[in-house]
């Protein structure tokens, strides 16, 4: 038997914006169908951010405990809890769970489910040292995995291996990432390499262009500095981009790939500006047969082949660990944008 405490530490928030207050919370007690996971790792996603400040036109649990990529070792579960057993690794993704019964779960778009539970939003999430999550729907970690190194992938990395599926970009095609220096940018230009494609990152400042190539882009362009983006994304990609994975957190970034997006282009939405439309000018939309598609994490067995490519080493998170209590400080970096790559919280700390 593992001894479970009666107290932990996590991170609240009473109000959406207000104080972020590191205390002692009672650990939750696992329903009939969820794992209680002992949570060693959770990467800070800019969803985390949002969650906070409350800017998404969907409320937020209150108070909140944030955090959807924690990644720990099973210590305790329901009666009805098959697929699991204790002392397994588990991790906690931003789909707690989905009633796995209407029209959208039947076909395998679960994150589409009307009633999803959303880890650090409608359900505590995983900054916090013990968290509970939907069995069917947490994900299975091989045992002997380095649990910093995969937490992102939890987030980060499912939503951009389905966004990547989504943009329906084949082997040879160019992929534009903007928000490429970020934290699930960072991960799609290795996916994207992964599964064949020619990568640009789209980004601002010196330390994201050297990690964007070093990671595996083939060209950088620097938004900010550009004279003309349009352009020079043309030029370094012969022609346009066949896709387009928007993970910036800009709207104007959004309007400007329809018009550097190749004829009959995909321009897939993963980012998430608050009060943000697409805007695509009609005449060339059309004359160039482009698409404008959202996507949202992925499913199950999304879940379990972006962590496959993980598993066969393709996908290095290039992460800095601070303690959970650090928490505020990571999200004034990630509001000035000034992180590259992904903060990953130690829950112990
Ligand atoms: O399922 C989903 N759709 C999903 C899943 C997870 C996260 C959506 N998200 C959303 C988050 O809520 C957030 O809105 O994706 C967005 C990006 O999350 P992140 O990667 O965790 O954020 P980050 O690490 O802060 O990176 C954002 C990057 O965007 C760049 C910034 O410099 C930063 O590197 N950026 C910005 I802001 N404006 C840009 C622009 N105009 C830009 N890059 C290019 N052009
Ligand atoms: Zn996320």
């Not at 001894?3 to 207000?18: C, D, L, M, S, W």
């Not at 045992?143 to 939503?159: K, M, N, R, S």
């Not at 500095?225 to 896709?243: E, N, Y």
Request: aromatic share 8%; hydrophobic share 40%; charged share 20%.
């Amino acid at each position: 038997m593992v001894e479970i405490p009666k107290t932990q530490k996590a991170v609240v928030f009473e109000t959406n914006g207000g104080p972020l207050i590191y205390k002692d919370i009672p650990v939750p007690t696992p329903a009939s169908d969820e794992i209680l996971v002992n949570v060693k790792y959770s990467g800070v996603c800019h969803t985390d951010l949002h969650a906070w400040k409350g800017d998404w036109p969907l409320p937020t649990k209150l108070p909140l405990v944030g955090g959807h990529e924690g990644a720990g070792v099973v210590v305790g579960k329901g009666e009805n809890v098959t697929n699991f057993e204790i002392g397994d690794y588990a991790g906690i993704k931003w789909l707690n769970g989905s009633c796995l019964g209407c029209e959208f779960c039947l076909k395998s778009a679960e994150s589409n489910c009307p009633d999803a539970i959303l880890s650090g939003y409608t359900h505590d999430g995983s900054f916090q040292q013990y968290a509970t999550a939907k069995a069917v729907h947490a994900a299975k970690i091989p045992q002997g995995t380095d649990l910093a190194q995969i937490a992102p992938i939890l987030c980060a990395g499912i939503t951009v291996y389905k966004a990547l599926k989504t943009s329906e970009a084949q082997p040879g095609n160019w992929v534009a990432i903007t928000g490429a220096g970020g934290g699930l940018g960072t991960l799609a230009i290795q996916y994207a390499k992964a599964m064949g494609f020619r990568v640009i990152g789209i980004d601002t400042g010196d330390a994201k262009a050297e990690a964007c190539k070093e990671l595996g882009a083939e060209a950088f362009i620097d938004f900010a500095t550009s004279k003309d983006l349009v352009k020079d994304v043309v030029a370094a990609t012969h022609g346009g981009p066949h896709a387009v994975i928007h993970v910036a957190v800009s709207e104007k970034a959004i309007g400007v790939s329809t018009e550097y997006v190749r004829a009959t282009g995909v321009i897939v939405l993963v980012g998430l500006p608050a009060g943000a439309y697409a805007k695509s000018e009609v005449f060339s939309h059309v004359v160039k047969s482009i698409s404008i598609k959202g996507s949202y994490v992925g499913n199950r067995a999304d879940t379990a082949e972006a962590l496959d490519f993980f598993d066969r080493g393709l996908i290095t998170c290039p992460i800095k660990i601070v303690g959970l209590s650090e928490l505020p400080e990571v999200y004034e970096l990630m509001e000035k944008g000034q992180i590259v790559g992904r903060y990953v919280l130690d829950n112990s700390k």
